[in-house]
RNA sequence: CGGGGUGUAGUGUAGUGGUAGCACGAGUCCUUUGGGAGGAUUUAUCCCGAGUUCGAAUCUCGGCACCCCGACCA
């Protein structure tokens, strides 16, 4: 049974839909501003949002690894980067002895000084790498609930490849693979890969901005093409050409940042000593990427979009669970015990199900069950004992049907698009 | 970091100087059981500190926290 209770009221202390959906449906809880801890059903859709990104990072080629959170001032004094005027969201601490440390807010030192002992030779090109990671950045300002925070997960994925060409052909295989994630969890049609002001070795570097009213930026995006322009870039003529679209064509709209890709080129590489020997045995800079999707924030613009007055509306790649069993069996053993045997039936069918089975008023369960936001709920109540007949809700479209007991128990993931 | 606002039971709130109240939740008992049900009863160092006052949740000063707008977001 769940430990965490849903509330009847907003907290006081978010005005952000994502939050106050995600408190009130006892998936997140606000430790501080901007920072926040995952309860059972909030680390279930997160996991499921990193297994698609883990998914599409390994189609990729990606190998997966965890880099720490304490990090090595030396590094960041070598590429010039741990100076709180370089870098002004710094979490700094220190060691027993008093020498510096600071908590990572991006990881480009770490991983660009560990592949130098592992990268040598052009035959060790390319290589892709990314984790899961925790990164801390000391925000003025946290907002829009898991939108922005202080701490947060992040994939981050670096690519080392011997040129600019070897470089360019992974960009556009991982902007696929990006395309592809966002799609799988449902924002695929209002997710536009964006211009955006730039990296240090390409005039812009590219967003996936979400439409969406909570975000943060500006873009003007061209729904034909399927690509916008951030305001940040909005007036620099040059744009245009590079993105090939037309100014006229494009619309102004609110948009959230779901994920970046940047063309780091030798910057890191130069500084931090990751070079490799080429053909001709000489020693080059490895030519660097780096591309990042914050899966918390991902699950607060999906929670935000997909939602409506009544609570969440999970899609069902990232739904904490498949269905929602919810039992009215009050003091009725017979009710009892059918959905009891239900249950164990689903789940060992491979169901993940979320079971009600408290004792509490029809009304309370429903309206938590739509606060959850799980996309199937299956009510058992006397009817389905008598009648053998089981009711399926679909929490999206709130369409309501009566199916056999077989087929309850047919809606295993493989099955699952049968529209019910 | 600039500007504005708010801190009162677990949650949401009322209370502008004189006995801290309401709703929900939670505990116990009875009834109830297909869209947050009814009755009885229990549930608070009013964010912290200092000050003004016979008396402070209320006024003053300082601090802290939280929200919103803006700036920032490598």
């Known amino acids: 049974m769940l430990f965490t209770k849903t509330r009847r009221e907003a907290p006081s202390d978010e005005q952000s839909k994502n939050a106050v959906l995600l408190i009130r449906a006892g998936y997140i809880h606000k430790e501080i501003a901007g920072v926040y801890s995952y309860l059972p059903l909030g680390l279930r859709v997160l996991n499921n949002i990193i297994g698609i990104i883990r998914e599409e990072m390994n189609t990729l080629g990606g190998q997966e690894v965890f880099l720490t959170t304490l990090q090595d001032p030396n590094k960041w004094k070598t590429s010039g980067r741990w100076d709180d005027d370089v870098i002004d969201i710094w979490f700094k601490t220190k060691l027993k002895n008093g020498g510096p440390l600071g908590l990572a807010n991006t990881h480009e030192e770490a991983?660009?000084?560990?592949?130098?002992?592992?990268?040598?030779?052009?035959?060790?090109?390319?290589?892709?790498?990314?984790?899961?990671?925790?990164?801390?950045?000391?925000?003025?300002?946290?907002?829009?609930?898991?939108?922005?925070?202080?701490?947060?997960?992040?994939?981050?994925?670096?690519?080392?490849?011997?040129?600019?060409?070897?470089?360019?052909?992974?960009?556009?295989?991982?902007?696929?693979?990006?395309?592809?994630?966002?799609?799988?969890?449902?924002?695929?049609?209002?997710?536009?890969?964006?211009?955006?002001?730039?990296?240090?070795?390409?005039?812009?570097?590219?967003?996936?901005?979400?439409?969406?009213?909570?975000?943060?930026?500006?873009?003007?995006?061209?729904?034909?093409?399927?690509?916008?322009?951030?305001?940040?870039?909005?007036?620099?003529?040059?744009?245009?050409?590079?993105?090939?679209?037309?100014?006229?064509?494009?619309?102004?709209?609110?948009?959230?940042?779901?994920?970046?890709?940047?063309?780091?080129?030798?910057?890191?590489s130069e500084v931090l000593g990751l070079h490799y020997t080429n053909e001709r045995g000489e020693q080059v800079p490895v030519y660097m990427g780096s591309y990042g999707i914050g899966p918390a924030r991902l699950m607060g613009v999906i929670a935000e979009i997909f939602s409506d007055d009544k609570g969440l509306v999970w899609p069902e790649a990232i739904a904490p669970f498949d269905v929602h069993l919810v039992s009215l069996a009050g003091n009725n053993e017979r009710i009892r015990e059918y959905a009891d045997l239900l249950y164990e039936e689903m789940v060992t069918k491979g169901i993940s199900v979320l079971y009600d089975d408290r004792n509490v008023r029809a009304g309370e369960k429903f309206t938590d069950s739509d606060l959850l936001g799980i996309p199937r709920r299956i009510i058992i109540g006397k009817d389905a004992v008598?009648?053998?007949?089981?009711?399926?809700?679909?929490?999206?479209?709130?369409?309501?049907?009566?199916?056999?007991?077989?087929?309850?128990?047919?809606?295993?993931?493989?099955?699952?698009?049968n529209n019910l």
């Open 386 to 417: 008598d009648t053998e007949m089981i009711e399926i809700v679909n929490r999206a479209t709130g369409e309501t049907m009566r199916i056999t007991r077989e087929a309850v128990l047919a809606l295993a993931r493989d099955d699952k698009k």
């Open 111 to 268: 991983i660009t000084s560990l592949m130098s002992e592992h990268i040598a030779s052009y035959k060790d090109l390319p290589r892709y790498v990314y984790q899961f990671q925790n990164k801390f950045r000391n925000e003025t300002r946290a907002k829009s609930g898991i939108m922005r925070t202080r701490e947060f997960i992040m994939k981050d994925l670096y690519s080392f490849s011997a040129d600019k060409a070897q470089h360019e052909e992974f960009y556009e295989r991982a902007t696929q693979a990006y395309e592809r994630i966002f799609s799988r969890v449902d924002i695929g049609e209002r997710t536009y890969r964006t211009f955006a002001s730039g990296g240090s070795f390409s005039k812009y570097s590219h967003e996936f901005q979400t439409l969406c009213d909570a975000g943060e930026d500006t873009i003007f995006f061209d729904k034909e093409k399927k690509l916008a322009i951030n305001k940040e870039v909005y007036n620099d003529e040059d744009v245009y050409k590079t993105a090939g679209v037309h100014k006229e064509n494009l619309n102004e709209a609110r948009a959230a940042e779901v994920g970046n890709i940047f063309n780091l080129g030798t910057k890191f």
